[in-house]
C-alpha cells in the first residue's frame, strides 16, 4: 500500500529505479566479499538531482547511502543496511576530453576497460588497471584508491585524480581540486555555515597541529610503502604546501581517494590520463621451485626496470588446469612450478626485450635463482598469460568443499626489501595453526595477495578468522606497512585501524569523519566505528544443507557448495564492448539480477536460509532464474566454472515438484515426440503451428515464426548406409537429432553425402532424442532416462574408431556436457568414455584434415568470404575454432568469426511471448548489426538451429549450417 511504503515518494520523485522487494534487496546484500547484509532499498540514479533526493530521504528518514559501482569490494565496502545506491547502469558517460592537456572527465559508473578503449585511438590511456578492470567503474576504484597490475609506474587512483563534482552528506554540491595555499586559506575563511568550509577547517585544524603531525609521520605506513591505503589519507595530506610549504598544492581529492564513499557522493571526477606504453612488450615468466626463491626473484627483477611484476603460485596454478577458459592459457607453463613471476617489460624495439631478457634470466642463474625463463611476446599471448593471472581470484572458488581462501589478511603491502623476511614471519604465523595459504599477485610493490584457507560455517574457523586478522596486522606494522595495499578497509580492516595507526590518529579520523559526515549518512560502519569482522558474515554457522538432485553434484560436494563457488567477483557483468559470451542478458540490461553473480545469490539465500521442506520452492528464485537463458557460457567465463544452466534445470524439477510443469514447458519439452504425431498430418500440422492463433494458445510470441517439419525426416531418407566399394577412410556413427531429423533433415542428407564424399561410411544408429529440450526446461529426471538409454545403446558401438558425430551443438555436446553428471552412478563409466569420442562433425573433418586424411581439391578453388557466428554451447563446451578450420578447408575460403556472444533465441527463449524484446536486445547487440554489415555475396555461418532461424528473422539473411556450406564447396 502507498501509505505503508517509506519508500514511495522517492519512487515517485526519482528519474532513475527503485526497489524495495526480497529480490533486489538479497541480490545487493553481498559483494565480492565475506559478508552479507539486507539493505532497505535499491537504486539506480539517472541524475545528480537523483542523488540530492536519495541523500535528503536518508537525512529525513535517518537511514543511510552505501555508494555502489561494479559490487566487486574485497572487504565489504558495498553492504549495508541502507539504501544501496547502483551508479553502474545510468551515471556512465565519458562527459570530455582533452588529448592535449591529457585529461577526461566521467561519470562514476564508467567502465574501465571502456574507458581505455575509448582513449586508446588518442594513444592514452588510464594509468591504473585492476585484474577487474573489464566490469569494476571508475567510481569505486577512487573510492578503493585501487592500483592494479602497473601501480610499479603508474601508481594508484589516488595519483590519477584531479578533480571531483561531489554531493556532500547534506546534500550540498562542491568541486573538489588542486589548490594553493591561499587559495586553501580562502577556502577555510568561507562562509562559516557551508559545511564545505567546516570541512576545510578541520583538515586544516588537524594538520597544523604539531602533535598530530609527529603522530601522523611516526604511525602511518612507511611512504616507501606505495600501496598504502590504511584509514583516510591524512599523510598525503600533511606532506602540501599548507602545512610543510614544500610548494606542492593541496587537493581533497587525494582523500576522497581511499575513503570508500563515506565522506561525499562523486557525481563527476576529472582523471590524468598518460600515454599508451611502447608498442614493444615481453613477459619473461621464471619459473621458480619455490616461493623463497620467488622472492628473492623479485629484488633481481626489480634492478630491471620492468613494468609490472605479478606473482602466481602453485595453489593458483593447479586451479587453472580445471578450468575450461583457462587451461588454452596455460600454454607458457613447464612442469609443475611451486611459483612464478611474471615479468613484464615495455620499450621501444623488441630488441630491447630481447637483450633484458637474456640478461635477466643470466641474473636468475647466476642467483641460482629459478630453472625456466620462457619469454612471451606477441599481444594476443601476453594477454593470455595476464589473464591466467588475473583469473586467480575466481579461481579459488574452484577448491571443493567448504574451506575457501578467505580475504581476510589478503591484501597487506611492506617495501619490497622487507618482503622475504615478512613472508617468511607470515609462513611461520600461519604454520602454527596448522594453516596453508594462497599467493599470488603484486609482489613488485611489496604487496602479495595472501588468503588462508578457512571454513567460515565452523564457529572455530570463524574465531580463527579474527586471530589471524589480528596477528598479521601486528606483523604488517612491525614492517611499518599497511594492512591495506588497494582492497580497502571496509568493515574488514576497520577494527584494526585503531592499533595500526595508533588510537591518538585514529581519534583524529573520527574526527574528520564526523565533520563530513554528522549524521552518518554516507557508508557508516566503514573504516571507522567498523563492526567486528566476524558480524554479517555471509555463510550461517553450521552444516551445509544436504540437497536430492538429479544431476550429480558430487564433484562439488553436492548442489549448494557448487552455487556457493560464486564469491561475487562479478566477472558476469562485462559489457559487450569488452568481448566474451557471459552474460548475455547483463549484456542486453546492465541489471545485476541478470548476472550469473545475481542469480547465486538468490539460490544461495533460499537454499541455505528456507524454512520450507522444499527449498526451491520460492517465487523469488523462479523470477531471477527465468531470464537465465542457458547458454552456458559462465561454464567456461567463470573462472569459479558456476554451471548456472544446470543449476536452473536442476531447480525447476524440484519448482515443479511443487507447482506441477506448466503447459508451454510439456509442449516444449515433449515437442520431439510430438513432432512423430505432427508429422502424419503433414502439411496441415505446419500450417496450424504458423497461425496467430496458435502461437498465442501456446504463449509464443505473434513476431516469431514457428519452425517448420520437413518433408522428409532425416531417418525418412535415411534407410541404410550407403556403401563406397571398400574406399572407406573409415565408419562414423551420425547422431540423428531431434532438430535435424524433424525440421531441417536436408542439413543432415548434405551431412551424409558431404562425408560419404570424403570416403567415410556413415551409420545412423538406435538412439532416442538427446534430451535437450527436457533439460532446457527443467525436466532433468525425464532427460536422464533419456541420457541413460542413449548410453546404454550407444556405448557398445562407439569407440575412438568408430566416433558418434552430431550436428546440432546442443544436441551433441549433451553427450559431453551434461550425460558424465546426469545418469545413474553405475551408467558414469560408460557415459564418460561415450563423451570421449563424441564430436561435432566440424571438430571431426577438422581433425580429419590435420591429419592428412582429407584432399583440399575435392573443394571448388572459388574465393569465399564467410562470417561465421558460434554456437554458445560450443564455445562453452567445446570450440569455435574447429568449425573456423573446416570451413578454410576449401582454398580460398576466408573465415571471420563474429564476436558475438548468445544470438539471443537460446532454443525456446526468444520464441516465448515475455522475452522476445530482450532476445531481441540481445540479437542486436553485436550479432544483427555484423550480419547487416555483411557484404550480399559472403556467407553467413551458424551451427545453431536457433541461431539461424534468429538470424532470419532479425536480418532478413539466410544463415547456413558450416557442413551445408562444405557441402556446396564439393566440385
Known amino acids: 500500500m502507498k501509505e505503508s511504503d517509506l519508500f514511495y515518494p522517492l519512487k515517485?520523485?526519482?528519474?532513475?529505479?527503485?526497489?524495495?522487494?526480497?529480490?533486489?534487496?538479497?541480490?545487493?546484500?553481498?559483494?565480492?566479499?565475506?559478508?552479507?547484509?539486507?539493505?532497505?532499498?535499491?537504486?539506480?540514479?539517472?541524475?545528480?538531482?537523483?542523488?540530492?533526493?536519495?541523500?535528503?530521504?536518508?537525512?529525513?528518514?535517518?537511514?543511510?547511502?552505501?555508494?555502489?559501482?561494479?559490487?566487486?569490494?574485497?572487504?565489504?565496502?558495498?553492504?549495508?543496511?541502507?539504501?544501496?545506491?547502483?551508479?553502474?547502469?545510468?551515471?556512465?558517460?565519458?562527459?570530455?576530453?582533452n588529448v592535449g592537456e591529457k585529461w577526461v572527465i566521467v561519470e562514476p559508473g564508467v567502465n574501465l576497460t571502456e574507458l581505455n578503449q575509448y582513449l586508446a585511438p588518442h594513444g592514452l590511456q588510464y594509468g591504473p588497471e585492476t585484474s577487474t578492470a573489464n566490469r569494476c567503474c571508475i567510481g569505486g576504484m577512487v573510492g578503493n584508491n585501487s592500483c592494479g597490475l602497473h601501480s610499479l609506474i603508474y601508481g594508484s587512483a589516488r595519483d590519477h585524480i584531479l578533480e571531483a563534482d561531489c554531493l556532500l552528506a547534506d546534500g550540498s554540491s562542491v568541486l573538489f581540486k588542486a589548490l594553493s595555499t591561499e587559495e586553501f586559506q580562502a577556502k577555510c575563511a568561507d562562509n562559516p555555515e557551508s559545511l564545505e568550509t567546516r570541512i576545510y577547517q578541520n583538515i586544516n585544524t588537524i594538520l597544523s597541529n604539531p602533535v598530530n603531525q609527529e603522530n601522523i609521520r611516526k604511525e602511518y605506513p612507511d611512504p616507501k610503502v606505495k600501496r598504502r591505503n590504511n584509514g583516510y589519507a591524512l599523510d598525503v595530506l600533511l606532506e602540501t604546501d599548507p602545512f610543510t610549504g614544500n610548494g606542492e598544492q593541496i587537493n581533497l581529492c587525494k582523500l576522497l581517494a581511499g575513503s570508500e564513499g563515506t565522506l561525499a557522493f562523486s557525481t563527476r571526477l576529472k582523471l590524468n590520463l598518460i600515454p599508451l606504453p611502447p608498442k614493444h612488450k615481453g613477459l619473461v615468466c621464471a619459473h621458480f621451485s619455490s616461493l623463497q626463491e620467488a622472492y628473492q626473484g623479485n629484488l633481481i627483477a626489480l634492478r630491471h626496470n620492468p613494468g609490472a611484476i605479478e606473482l602466481m603460485d602453485d595453489i593458483i596454478m593447479n586451479c587453472t588446469k580445471g578450468n575450461i577458459e583457462q587451461r588454452k592459457n596455460r600454454f607458457f607453463i613447464q612442469g609443475d612450478p611451486k611459483a612464478m613471476l611474471m615479468i613484464e617489460f615495455a620499450r621501444e624495439t623488441e630488441a630491447e626485450i630481447h637483450a633484458i631478457a637474456e640478461q635477466l634470466e643470466a641474473d636468475f642463474r647466476s642467483a641460482k635463482l629459478g630453472y625456466h625463463f620462457p619469454l612471451v611476446q606477441g599481444a594476443d599471448n601476453i594477454k593470455r598469460v595476464w589473464a591466467l593471472r588475473t583469473a586467480g581470484l575466481g579461481l579459488l572458488s574452484n577448491i571443493p568443499g567448504d574451506k575457501r581462501s578467505v580475504t581476510v589478511i589478503e591484501d597487506t603491502a611492506v617495501a619490497p626489501e622487507y618482503l622475504p623476511d615478512y613472508m617468511r614471519e607470515f609462513d611461520e604465523i600461519l604454520a602454527n595453526y596448522g594453516l596453508s595459504c594462497v599467493k599470488y599477485a603484486h609482489i613488485a610493490t611489496g604487496e602479495i595477495h595472501l588468503r588462508p584457507l578457512l571454513n567460515l560455517k565452523e564457529e572455530a574457523d570463524v574465531q580463527l578468522y579474527h586471530t589471524i586478522a589480528r596477528e598479521i596486522a601486528a606483523l604488517v606494522k612491525k614492517y611499518k606497512g599497511s594492512l591495506s595495499g588497494e582492497h580497502g578497509d571496509g568493515r574488514l580492516r576497520g577494527e584494526f585501524i585503531p592499533f595500526m595507526l595508533g588510537e591518538h590518529n585514529?581519534?583524529?579520523?573520527?574526527?574528520?569523519?564526523?565533520?563530513?559526515?554528522?549524521?552518518?549518512?554516507?557508508?557508516?560502519?566503514?573504516?571507522?566505528?567498523?563492526?567486528?569482522?566476524?558480524?554479517?558474515?555471509?555463510?550461517?554457522?553450521?552444516?551445509?544443507?544436504?540437497?536430492?538432485?538429479?544431476?550429480?553434484?558430487?564433484?562439488?560436494?553436492?548442489?549448494?557448495?557448487?552455487?556457493?563457488?560464486?564469491?561475487?567477483?562479478?566477472?558476469?557483468?562485462?559489457?559487450?564492448?569488452?568481448?566474451?559470451?557471459?552474460?548475455?542478458?547483463?549484456?542486453?540490461?546492465?541489471?545485476?539480477?541478470?548476472?550469473?553473480?545475481?542469480?547465486?545469490?538468490?539460490?544461495?539465500?533460499?537454499?541455505?536460509?528456507?524454512?520450507?521442506?522444499?527449498?526451491?520452492?520460492?517465487?523469488?528464485?523462479?523470477?531471477?532464474?527465468?531470464?537465465?537463458?542457458?547458454?552456458?557460457?559462465?561454464?567456461?567465463?567463470?573462472?569459479?566454472?558456476?554451471?548456472?544452466?544446470?543449476?536452473?534445470?536442476?531447480?525447476?524439477?524440484?519448482?515443479?515438484?511443487?507447482?506441477?510443469?506448466?503447459?508451454?514447458?510439456?509442449?516444449?519439452?515433449?515437442?520431439?515426440?510430438?513432432?512423430?504425431?505432427?508429422?502424419?498430418?503433414?502439411?496441415?500440422?505446419?500450417?496450424?503451428?504458423?497461425?496467430?492463433?496458435?502461437?498465442?494458445?501456446?504463449?509464443?510470441?505473434?513476431?516469431?515464426?514457428?519452425?517448420?517439419?520437413?518433408?522428409?525426416?532425416?531417418?525418412?531418407?535415411?534407410?541404410?548406409?550407403?556403401?563406397?566399394?571398400?574406399?572407406?577412410?573409415?565408419?562414423?556413427?551420425?547422431?540423428?537429432?531431434?532438430?535435424?531429423?524433424?525440421?531441417?533433415?536436408?542439413?543432415?542428407?548434405?551431412?551424409?553425402?558431404?562425408?560419404?564424399?570424403?570416403g567415410y561410411e556413415v551409420a545412423i544408429p538406435t538412439h532416442r532424442e538427446s534430451g535437450r529440450t527436457f533439460l532446457s526446461k527443467g525436466l532433468v529426471k525425464t532427460a536422464q532416462k533419456i541420457a541413460c538409454k542413449n548410453v546404454e545403446l550407444l556405448h557398445q558401438l562407439v569407440t575412438e574408431q568408430t566416433p558418434l558425430l552430431g550436428i546440432e551443438p546442443s544436441a551433441i555436446l549433451a553427450f559431453r556436457d551434461e550425460y558424465p553428471e546426469l545418469v545413474t552412478k553405475e551408467l558414469q563409466p560408460k557415459a564418460k568414455a561415450l563423451a570421449q569420442n563424441t564430436f561435432m562433425l566440424d571438430e571431426f573433418i577438422a581433425a580429419e584434415f590435420e591429419k592428412g586424411h582429407i584432399n583440399p581439391e575435392l573443394f571448388t578453388p572459388e574465393k569465399k568470404q564467410v562470417k561465421l557466428h558460434g554456437h554458445c554451447q560450443q564455445k562453452a563446451v567445446a570450440s569455435t575454432t574447429s568449425t573456423k578450420k573446416m570451413l578454410e578447408i576449401p582454398a580460398n575460403y576466408a573465415v571471420s568469426e563474429i564476436a558475438s556472444g548468445c544470438c539471443g533465441m537460446a532454443g525456446s527463449f526468444g520464441y516465448e511471448k515475455e522475452h522476445y524484446e530482450l532476445s531481441q536486445k540481445i540479437g542486436e547487440l553485436v550479432l544483427f548489426p555484423a550480419v547487416r554489415e555483411a557484404q550480399s555475396d559472403e556467407l553467413i555461418a551458424a551451427p545453431g538451429t536457433s541461431c539461424r532461424h534468429h538470424i532470419a528473422e532479425g536480418t532478413g539473411r539466410e544463415a547456413m549450417h558450416p557442413i551445408e556450406i562444405l557441402y556446396d564447396a564439393l566440385i
Open 506 to 758: 585514529y581519534q583524529l579520523i573520527k574526527e574528520l569523519k564526523q565533520t563530513w559526515d554528522p549524521h552518518q549518512i554516507l557508508n557508516p560502519g566503514k573504516i571507522v566505528d567498523t563492526p567486528p569482522i566476524t558480524e554479517n558474515l555471509r555463510f550461517l554457522l553450521g552444516e551445509t544443507r544436504k540437497l536430492e538432485t538429479t544431476f550429480d553434484f558430487s564433484e562439488q560436494k553436492g548442489l549448494l557448495r557448487a552455487v556457493e563457488k560464486c564469491n561475487g567477483s562479478g566477472d558476469c557483468r562485462k559489457s559487450v564492448a569488452i568481448g566474451g559470451s557471459m552474460c548475455p542478458t547483463f549484456m542486453a540490461t546492465k541489471d545485476e539480477d541478470k548476472t550469473t553473480r545475481g542469480r547465486a545469490n538468490i539460490l544461495r539465500e533460499f537454499l541455505t536460509r528456507s524454512e520450507k521442506a522444499n527449498p526451491f520452492d520460492h517465487e523469488e528464485i523462479k523470477e531471477v532464474l527465468d531470464l537465465c537463458i542457458s547458454c552456458k557460457a559462465c561454464k567456461s567465463e567463470c573462472p569459479s566454472s558456476v554451471d548456472m544452466a544446470k543449476l536452473k534445470a536442476e531447480f525447476l524439477q524440484h519448482y515443479y515438484e511443487s507447482h506441477g510443469i506448466p503447459f508451454r514447458s510439456w509442449l516444449i519439452a515433449y515437442l520431439p515426440r510430438l513432432n512423430r504425431l505432427a508429422r502424419l498430418a503433414l502439411p496441415l500440422s505446419n500450417w496450424l503451428t504458423g497461425t496467430t492463433t496458435f502461437k498465442k494458445l501456446v504463449g509464443f510470441a505473434p513476431e516469431r515464426q514457428v519452425p517448420k517439419l520437413s518433408k522428409l525426416s532425416l531417418r525418412q531418407w535415411y534407410k541404410k548406409p550407403i556403401q563406397l566399394n571398400g574406399s572407406a577412410k573409415g565408419k562414423v556413427y551420425l547422431f540423428a537429432d531431434e532438430f535435424t531429423n524433424d525440421n531441417e533433415s536436408h542439413i543432415g542428407v548434405k551431412a551424409i553425402l558431404l562425408l560419404n564424399k570424403l
Open 12 to 97: 515517485q520523485s526519482l528519474e532513475g529505479e527503485i526497489y524495495t522487494n526480497n529480490v533486489q534487496r538479497i541480490i545487493y546484500a553481498t559483494d565480492a566479499s565475506s559478508y552479507r547484509e539486507i539493505p532497505q532499498a535499491v537504486c539506480k540514479p539517472k541524475s545528480k538531482a537523483d542523488l540530492q533526493k536519495i541523500i535528503a530521504f536518508a537525512h529525513k528518514h535517518q537511514t543511510s547511502v552505501i555508494p555502489r559501482a561494479g559490487g566487486t569490494s574485497l572487504a565489504g565496502q558495498v553492504v549495508g543496511k541502507g539504501i544501496v545506491v547502483d551508479i553502474s547502469k545510468y551515471l556512465n558517460k565519458i562527459l570530455e576530453l
